[in-house]
């Protein structure tokens, strides 16, 4: 994260539109705001929909500014530098860490937010990228265990060496909270982009689904594919989403494999994670790019609620029984519908 976040609103519009009764005017209302180091558009349609987009756009700064690991007003900041000591937090992110939390249980360890200080030494917190040795990522490894992070009633803390960061869970949980706000302006129609996880709500003002693409990872201004969605949060962690180029000519990304603290690279270059709820997927999706291909079918086949699209380093497409209907390709590639009851 960078250490100032730059906020900027703009493109807002209101455009009267009919409905299909022609005597009531809706307005759709759409804002683009950068917020946790991302750019973000909140998009809705309904009577309320001006005074849904503004209090969204409210509540995005104040959920960034508890999360910020940079900003020192944060909970994240006071739970890692509390030097061992449980510090009082907001609900939020008691919830986020809860979250965080059991999907490091579910995940075996994949996810893991106490790799903050390993991400440091990589450069991806503030874009001075180097590739760190093995034996300064072991020493910093050493400290990164999300099971000594202890959450009770109001209060967190980590270990005094620990610290942790919420950027693989918070835009997830932040998607969560806008559907929401929505729903308590009687919004029926809503989609909003979290630099890259799109929440939606209901269908289009028209009742179709809305269409969410899915970026070609070996070309990231193009798509694959599209699917089909309503009610749902698409939420995808990739490889090309932040990156660098050693002098070694490898890319190192920024979604790192606890078991060695290096970019994860266990097959996945791409997983879309397609689900009622963002906070889970935004979490998942970062554990099951770590866990690797075979682990994430299992862990899949385990779990149920959710469904994923993976493209693997080879370049083969894999997409869960229950999303396959409703994707359409955009691009050639090979690839194969998973069963829940198939074990290949
Ligand atoms: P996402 O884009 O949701 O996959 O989240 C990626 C972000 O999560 C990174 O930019 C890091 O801040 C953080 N991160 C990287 N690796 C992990 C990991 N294994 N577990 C939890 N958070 C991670
Ligand atoms: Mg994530």
């Not at 967190?156 to 706000?181: F, H, S």
């Not at 594919?225 to 932040?242: F, P």
Request: aromatic residues 6%; charged residues 20%; hydrophobic residues 40%.
């Amino acid at each position: 994260m960078k250490n100032t976040y730059i906020k900027i609103i703009s493109g807002i519009c209101v455009m009267p539109l009919l409905t299909a009764c022609g005597d009531h005017a809706e307005t759709v209302k759409s804002a683009d705001v950068f917020a946790m180091d991302t750019y973000m558009n909140i998009k809705a349609y309904g009577r309320d929909a001006e005074a849904a987009v503004a209090e969204s756009e409210a509540r995005i700064y104040e959920l960034e500014q508890m999360f910020s690991v940079t900003n020192e007003a944060s909970d994240i900041w006071s739970i890692n530098h509390g030097e061992g000591q449980p510090v009082t937090v907001s609900e939020d992110t008691v919830s986020v860490l809860q979250t965080a939390q059991t999907m490091h249980k579910e995940s075996s360890g994949a996810l893991c937010i106490s790799l903050y200080p390993v991400l440091c030494a990589w450069g991806f917190t503030t874009g001075e990228y180097r590739v760190p040795t093995d034996n300064e990522i072991a020493k910093l490894l050493k400290n990164a265990d999300d099971t000594l992070i202890s959450v009770k009633d109001q209060t967190a803390r980590c270990p005094e060496n620990m610290q942790i960061d919420l950027g693989a869970v918070a835009k997830g949980y932040t998607g969560d909270e806008i559907m929401e706000i929505m729903q308590a302006h009687h919004i029926n129609s809503a989609i909003i982009n979290l630099g890259g996880n799109v929440q939606t709500l209901g269908g289009k003002p028209d009742g179709s689904a809305w269409t969410v693409g899915i970026t070609d990872p070996f070309a990231p201004d193009s798509l694959i594919g599209t699917v089909s969605v309503t009610d749902k949060a698409v939420i995808t962690s990739g490889n090309y989403e932040r990156y660098f180029t050693g002098e070694d000519g490898v890319r190192y990304w920024h979604i790192l494999d606890p078991a060695d603290g290096c970019p994860a690279d266990n097959g996945l270059v791409s997983v879309t994670v397609i689900g009622a709820c963002g906070a889970e997927c935004d979490a998942l999706s970062t554990a099951l790019f770590v866990e690797g291909t075979e682990q994430a079918l299992q862990h899949w086949r385990k779990s149920g609620g959710f469904e994923m699209i993976l493209v693997t380093s080879d370049g083969e497409l894999l997409l869960t029984e229950g999303i396959a209907a409703d994707y359409t390709a955009k691009k050639e590639m090979p690839y194969r519908v998973v069963q829940r009851d198939d074990e290949s």
